[in-house]
């Protein structure tokens, strides 16, 4: 399989022995995120960088990743302005006229508050969040490129152990936008194929684990059971460990 600098994440993450290489390559990519905006390059320390995380915040997750990473004086300095910023928006937003009764339960009426309006801007951004998909939608189209290109990377995605629910539904949707009409049926195919023979096979090994916690099957042998919960979180929730 020929590989070029952009290809080498995608081929990597299929060549892993995980029940998703598209979560394999969205960890990394979160890996290298949570790196950039806190790690020893401290890009947190770049005005337009600062700029940036102060308007737009993380997400409950990704801030729960930076407070684990061992940069404790970073996060406060990010988080401190941040927080005057958000000051800075909230106290101008209080000055507006202040909501009438029911006026921000009404049926088909936009919230009037601009408090509101500004918390739930928060809510949809995250820094992190940003700078993972600015990659990862190139990611996706690789895969498809290789697809369409690599005899090699074919059978390669062809015996892998499927994809996460949410990685199917983003391959699935997709397709059609990247793929020519000579392989977007193939791959269709053989993308749901492995879908739910590879979910089929982490549900069965889930369910023998439930059997193994019977004292009727004490004596029974594990078979591959022992981690059926972390592979089916994987499946079910797209979360590797």
């Known amino acids: 399989m020929k590989e070029k600098l952009y290809t080498i994440p995608i081929q990597d993450a299929f060549h892993q022995d995980c029940e998703c290489p598209v979560c394999a390559m969205y960890q990394k990519l979160e890996e290298n995120a949570i790196n950039y905006t806190i790690g020893s390059g401290a890009s947190y320390m770049e005005e337009d960088i600062r700029e940036q995380t102060d308007k737009q915040g993380f997400c409950q997750k990704h801030l729960r990743d930076l407070y684990i990473y061992p940069n404790k004086l970073g996060l ?3 988080l401190k302005t941040h927080m005057d910023k958000t000051i800075q928006e909230l106290e101008k937003a209080v000055k507006a006229p202040l909501p009438s009764p029911n006026s921000l339960f ?3 009426t ?3 508050s601009p408090i509101i309006d500004y918390i739930e801007s928060l809510e949809k951004e995250c820094f992190v969040c940003d700078y993972i998909n600015q990659t990862f939608e190139s990611y996706i189209m690789t895969i498809f490129y290789l697809y369409e290109r690599e005899e090699d990377f074919r059978k390669l995605f062809g015996e892998s152990k499927g994809f996460c629910t949410k990685h199917y539904g983003i391959l699935f ?3 059609p936008r990247y ?3 000579k392989y977007l ?3 269709l195919r053989k ?3 492995i879908y739910l023979e590879n979910f089929k096979r982490v549900r069965d090994d889930v369910e023998w684990f439930v059997r193994k916690n019977d004292y009727r099957y004490k004596e029974e042998p594990w078979k591959n059971a022992k981690d059926a919960l972390p592979r089916a979180v994987v499946k079910v929730g797209s979360i590797l460990e």
Do not use: Q
């Open 76 to 78: 406060a300095l990010i």
């Open 106 to 108: 009404k049926k088909n």
């Open 110 to 112: 936009k919230p009037v």
């Open 173 to 175: 949707s997709h397709a």
């Open 179 to 181: 793929l020519n009409k």
């Open 185 to 187: 049926e193939e791959f």
């Open 191 to 193: 993308l749901n194929e």
